[in-house]
């Protein structure tokens, strides 16, 4: 099968699993691994060509899905804290989109029914006023360029089955996004210590995960300034008005039932995803 058949094939198969709800075996096998022709591979991640396919994969469905008029509202950062990397035995990050159907207010119902095997993780969210357009940003590129931040839960959702998946298969996944949900306190940076700031997600009141900012690349702008440059090296840079999910504070954390799910992170207040049947 030609490189192009390959990556539409199993886009076409991700997809069905998302609108099906039923999940699929691992896509890993079917990405070839033929190693980087310059004879390096990225430290600790997949050779080039299978990282290339796995992102070409993810391409194909936001390409479809904006075709068909869904909104590009940001993009998401995964795999940037070392517990999450543990869970999921991926050792960097990856990068997904997100788009506007996949946005809930504080609170909102979001309904069980329309996921597979979600998992939730608190983060902060950046909200940008400033282009992002330079090959390499540094902290003050993005310190200029953000406008607020806040609280936010990632709801991620694997469409590959028990969640067995390595680099690939998530990105392929367009790194396992479903849902999000944005808090309503914004606050400048300058108010906040990124670094230090403590996070508690609880579930109906009993506290499952804990974390801070540091658990984040050490820094979430350390992660905001890998996105920045990546996106800017695919020639779509971040813009003003995209929401930047910046990775997980802590360990993530399954949902099985209905319920609501509150983050606490300091210097931001709290933000509910509150699932239904």
Known sequence: MSDSKLIQALAARLREAEASRVAIEPVRGEIVTSGDPLGGNPPGGAPLDDMATAYAVQQAN?????????????RKIGLTS??????????????????????????????????????????IALVLERD???????????????????????????????WDIRFVDTVA?????????????PVPLSRIDLTACAMELSRDGDVLSRGNGAACLGNPLNAAVWLADRM??????????????????????????????TAQIDGLGSVRATFTD
Request: charged letters at 20%; hydrophobic letters at 45%; a negative charge.
């Open 132 to 162: 992002l357009t330079r090959e390499k940003h540094t902290f003050v590129d993005i310190l200029n360029a953000t406008a607020y931040a806040l609280a936010a839960i990632e709801v991620v959702d694997s469409r590959i089955q028990n």
């Open 173 to 185: 996944d367009n790194a396992s996004s479903a849902r999000f949900v944005l808090g309503s306190r």
């Open 62 to 74: 936001v390409d479809l899905r904006v075709a068909n008029g869904e909104r590009i509202v940001g």
């Open 232 to 261: 800017a090296q695919l020639g779509t840079p971040l813009r003003a008005g995209d929401v930047v999910l910046t990775g997980a504070l802590g360990p993530m954390v399954a949902v099985k039932e209905p319920g609501t799910c």
């Open 82 to 123: 070392l517990a999450v990397q543990k869970q999921l035995g991926v050792d960097q990050p990856d990068f997904g989109a997100l788009f506007a159907s996949m946005a809930y207010g504080d609170g909102e119902a979001i309904p069980l029914s329309q996921l597979i095997q979600p998992k939730v993780e608190a983060e």
